[in-house]
């Protein structure tokens, strides 16, 4: 459970967000358990995100993240993933596409059914 998931602490992850930033403790956990990335030392919390990106998420999060890294394709790998257990479904966003909230209601959805 989530819940139960002791907060990483020990340092900053990313530049744009240091100690001081009020989602701090959830940003480096999640960093820490290998959920999030960012790109070129920033993580960029403000922004939107793009569909695959709620997907390699997901399927972190739902363990199957180490397998498909090791895949030569990781994007294709993440997308074929998240059509082979239900990710997609109700989703009418291709990968590069911004969610909205509808979506990412959904995605969240099939990911607890998946």
């Known amino acids: 459970m989530l819940a139960d998931i002791k907060t990483f602490d020990n340092g900053v992850?990313?530049?744009d967000v240091d100690e001081n930033h009020s989602l701090f403790a959830q940003i480096s956990t999640a960093a820490g358990l290998g959920i999030v990335g960012g790109y070129d030392g920033?993580?960029?919390p403000d922004r939107q995100i793009s569909y695959i990106e709620a997907v390699i998420m997901i399927e972190n999060v739902l363990g199957y993240g180490a397998y498909i890294e090791?895949?030569?394709?990781k994007i294709s790998e993440y997308m074929k993933f998240a059509i082979e257990i239900g990710l997609n479904e109700g989703?009418?966003?291709i990968q590069s596409e911004l969610l909205d909230v509808r979506e990412t209601a959904q995605i969240l959805y099939n990911a607890g059914n998946a």
Do not use: L
């Open 13 to 15: 992850y990313f530049e």
């Open 42 to 44: 920033k993580f960029n």
């Open 70 to 73: 090791t895949r030569s394709d």
């Open 91 to 93: 989703i009418s966003s």
